[in-house]
């Protein structure tokens, strides 16, 4: 359960009861998908709780209502500081925040002229576990750009997500890989891809993906670590002869790939780039704001 009947949400500059809050039916949001959402991770730290890379994430919302012509009059720091109160008041530490703008009640095909955003936050463990994941390619492909904004989280570019996701849980996989419009590897329904081959990683290039924050930590650690990453369009027959590889993201954090359609990766998880990358990553996420404030670190 996402909440109960003492968790408080932010909506629209109030603190209000979740089990209380209501919305109209009638939203735009509700009707076609036209709003944007974002996720993002709290750790508890030495020094509290730190919010992972909030501002960017704040950032890309406020990009990613730019970009489909959705006007939200908020700036980062008021974001920010809304999110740190509500983990205070909702005594939360180690938590996944999960920000909303939704539209005004209007059933044409027309850019809103208001919009409403909540944020809420509950305890969530990593989002695909800790099991190395076996991957199914799906057959849905990621939407082409010229059709959305893809770089845009936008709450209908989800539903492909779940189709592709309950495809391959439906083929008796425990994760989707998505290929884009011109067959070349993509993404997960909810994560970032990265493959090792003879000691270099790869990983998809921007362009038909979403630009993740953790794909973004990764590469800044591999380049820490002196790890050699390349960034370009790959088919899947290049991930298929890959040493290994892992999914990255806000909610699964950096998460081993067992095997994509049963080809099963042949490197030893404790031996691979992308262990080295986990065990880095949850490393970073719990360094508090004040270490790093005073390291060359990052
Ligand atoms: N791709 C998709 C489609 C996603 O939904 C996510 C999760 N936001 C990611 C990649 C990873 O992005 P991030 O690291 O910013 O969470």
Not at 154 to 179: F, M, P, R
């Amino acid at each position: 359960m996402y909440y109960n009947n003492n968790t408080l949400i932010y909506l629209d500059k109030k603190f209000v009861k979740a089990s209380e809050a209501t919305t109209d039916l009638y939203s735009q949001t509700m009707h076609y998908g036209y709003g944007v959402f974002e996720g993002i991770r709290a750790y508890a730290t030495k020094n509290g709780t730190r919010v992972f890379k909030i501002k960017e994430h704040y950032e890309r919302l406020k990009r990613s209502c730019e970009l489909v012509n959705i006007p939200l009059d908020y700036s980062v720091q008021t974001l920010v500081d809304a999110t740190n109160m509500l983990l205070e008041k909702n005594n939360l530490s180690d938590a996944y925040v999960r920000p909303l703008v939704f539209c005004d009640p209007n059933m044409a095909l027309t850019r809103p002229k208001e919009v409403s955003i909540m944020i809420c936050a509950w305890e969530w463990g990593a989002y695909l576990g800790d099991k190395h994941l076996r991957l199914n390619v799906s057959s849905y492909c990621r939407p082409h750009p010229r059709s959305i904004k893809i770089e845009a989280k936008v709450c209908g570019h989800y539903v492909n997500s779940i189709l592709a996701t309950n495809e391959a849980k439906d083929n008796g996989y425990d994760e989707a890989l998505l290929l884009d419009s011109d067959g070349y590897l993509a993404e997960g329904p909810g994560a970032n891809l990265f493959f090792e081959k003879d000691g270099v990683l790869f990983t998809p290039q921007l362009g038909n993906i979403l630009p993740g924050i953790t794909r973004a930590t990764v590469l800044e650690l591999a380049e820490k670590l002196g790890v050699e990453v390349q960034q370009g369009l790959y088919k899947p027959e290049v991930l298929a002869l890959a040493d290994s590889a892992f999914y990255c993201g806000t909610a699964a954090e950096v998460i081993g790939i067992a095997s994509v359609d049963d080809t099963v990766f042949p490197k030893a998880w404790t031996d691979t780039l992308g262990k080295k990358l986990q065990d880095a990553y949850s490393e970073f996420v719990r360094q508090s704001e004040k270490t790093l404030r005073t390291t060359t670190a990052l």
